[in-house]
């Protein structure tokens, strides 16, 4: 019998807090340094307060950017099967090129998320 059963009225209270990291790519998103400096520039309290906001915000900023970057992909992924279908003109390929680069480059993003 497991140790569980002996204790129906037990309940497991998971409050595992989880540490703030800073990811190393967020240095490279565009827009995290602006976010950053309009959240500091706005929070109030003590330092610590304010660091904690800041954490929050920035995971709540991540899971956005991270949103924003599938839905790019899937339109990148998209718009090469339209292409694909086209007539083979130099046009054409050109995009076609082109909007591979850029899914390749989403990719890379992700893969370093």
Do not use: H
């Amino acid at each position: 019998m497991e140790w569980i059963n002996l204790f129906p009225e037990y309940t497991r209270v998971n409050k595992k807090k989880t540490r703030f990291r800073f990811k190393a790519w967020w240095a490279i998103e565009d827009s995290c340094e602006e976010e950053v400096k309009q959240l500091w520039e706005q929070s109030r309290g003590s330092i610590m307060v304010q660091l904690t906001s800041l954490g929050k915000f920035l995971q709540i900023w991540t899971m956005g950017i991270k949103k924003l970057r599938k839905d790019f992909s899937r339109r990148l992924l998209a718009r090469i099967e339209e292409l694909d279908a086209l007539e083979r003109t130099d046009e054409n390929l050109a995009e076609l090129i082109d909007t591979k680069i850029q899914l390749n480059w989403e990719i890379e993003k992700k893969e370093r998320y």
